[in-house]
């Protein structure tokens, strides 16, 4: 497949018409002599494969060879003339395309993609027998300044950061403690000196209030 993408900001509103096309784009591999192709269709896209074949010889007895196949490769045994063959097949998952919006030009450039080495799209192993009708294929597009985005970058879209990170999260917690402890100290030492003044303020009315006092004899 070749995709190519049309965007918006959201605030104009969802009509493709008003839709920019998305540049950057390199040519598909899919685009040769083989395919029709119509006249309004782009040829400057991602090439996404819906699914890959993989066939390995099979190095098994012809009446263990279909759960051989099955345990080793998760595929299909196909019994040829010549040889015994295990076919296995990956199928498209998902989809994530990143793109830059750029507010002076007000244009789309596209950026690559948001799976480690770049790559725009993940595939998952096929389940033998089972039929896929591609149904559940998700479809991102994501612009450069997502903090997602900005995160995969740092760390190859592993999201793994490292020991030096988790010897940071560390020491935030210790810092937060601390700080948790030192408004604790202050709290208790505002709340002493606040009921010594009262306590103080106490004495002296009381000891004016005795001064005042008249004694008669």
Known sequence: MCIAIHWGLIERGK???????????????????????????????????????????????????????????????????????????????????IIKYDKLRDEYVYHGGCYPGNKTYIMSPAQPEQISDFSGVEIEVRELSDPIVQAGELTNYEFNMGHSWRYLSIALKLISIFCIGLLTYVGYDIYRIRKKYKNDIGLVNGENNFQSQNYGF
């Not at 018409?17 to 006249?39: L, T, Y």
């Open 15 to 97: 009509h493709y018409d008003i839709m920019k096309p998305v540049e950057g784009f390199p040519q598909c591999a899919s685009v040769n002599e083989k395919f029709i192709w119509n006249d309004d269709d782009s040829i400057y896209g991602i090439d996404v494969p819906a699914w890959k074949q993989s066939i390995y010889e099979a190095d098994c007895q012809s009446r263990e060879c279909k759960e051989y196949c099955k345990k080793k490769f998760n595929g299909v045994y196909v019994e040829g003339v010549n040889k015994q063959v295990c076919y296995s097949y990956d199928i498209l998952e998902s989809i994530c395309i």
